[in-house]
């Protein structure tokens, strides 16, 4: 338990990071700080943005520590070797994401860098999130045992929906930081929609009894939804307001939530994933003839 609700701590702490990175884009104060690691000499700005830049090189720097304690704990507790390296992944992502952080201000903010930092913070939530999920306590009960009689296997597709929505999630900062038009992310929130409503509709019919994949399928479908109404919000926002005016405050809780939902998206489908190739497998040769 102790373990988990580190890994769970892990977790909240990377969607705040989410959030403030994304408060730094909308707030254009990513060269509040200039100089990294240490603050140089610059334009002063204004006090808003300077906490804002704070709190997310903290937040960073903090999650870097805290992801380190996560590895020396798991290798110290003679986890299983998957969990050691789940969590060696994650202290290199964690460093990664950090070092492009830093050459973004460094190199003033290129877009390629600050699309690559953006994916790379919603990847590493995705990371934390398994780990909470493979540390609960239910976890250390016995498969179900479920037989994955469709093909495609469900696995398949439930392992594709993480890695479509991070697509998206990198379209999405591509578009922020100017990029990318908008039509890439509008075609990607499609593939994305029908991909969430076709394993949800499956698990939810073929699997409707089995607690731990009904759940979390109910939840990813919710929040997928949710994900939507916020992008066309963010969408809507950004048209009805004046180009000079693009940090107005309507723009930026549509534009944060948008991103951050983005997220719970990630965690939600990452959360799934887990789970289905935990409980189901591949039936028998003759189950299967």
Do not use: N
Not at 23 to 41: E, H, I, K, N, Y
Not at 128 to 136: E, G
Not at 153 to 164: E, G, K, N, Q, Y
């Amino acid at each position: 338990m102790g373990l988990h609700r580190y890994c769970v701590l892990l977790a909240v702490l990377a969607f705040l990071m989410v959030l403030a990175g994304a408060l730094v884009t909308s707030r254009d104060a990513g060269m509040a700080v200039p100089g990294w690691p240490s603050p140089s000499g610059g334009p002063s700005p204004t006090t808003e943005r300077l906490v804002l830049q704070q709190v997310h090189r903290t937040l960073g720097m903090l999650l870097g520590t805290l992801t380190l304690v996560l590895l020396v704990w798991v290798v110290r507790a003679g986890s299983p070797r998957w969990m050691r390296w789940l969590s060696l992944g994650a202290f290199l992502l964690v460093l990664f994401q950090g070092s492009l952080g830093g050459l973004a201000v460094l190199c003033g903010l290129p877009q390629s860098v600050s699309i690559l930092h953006a994916s790379a913070a919603q990847l590493f939530f995705a990371l934390s999130a398994a780990l909470a999920a493979v540390t609960a306590p239910s976890w250390q009960g016995e498969s179900l045992g479920l037989e994955d009689m469709g093909f495609p296997p469900l696995r398949v597709f439930a392992s594709a929906v993480p890695l479509v929505v991070l697509a998206q999630a990198a379209l999405g900062a591509a578009y922020r930081h100017g990029a990318l038009g908008l039509m890439p992310h509008v075609l990607g929130a499609l593939v994305v929609a029908g991909l969430v409503l076709l394993v949800a509709t499956i698990v939810l019919t073929q699997y409707s009894e089995c607690r731990a994949l009904a759940k979390p399928a109910k939840r990813l479908l919710i929040i997928a939804l949710h994900q939507v109404v916020l992008g066309v919000l963010a969408y809507v926002a950004r048209i009805i307001t004046d180009e000079a005016v693009r940090s107005s405050p309507l723009v930026v809780f549509a534009t944060v939530a948008h991103v951050a939902l983005g997220a719970l998206t990630i965690g939600a489908s990452v959360i799934l994933a887990v789970q289905v190739w935990r409980h189901l497998h591949s039936p028998a040769p003759e189950t299967a003839r």
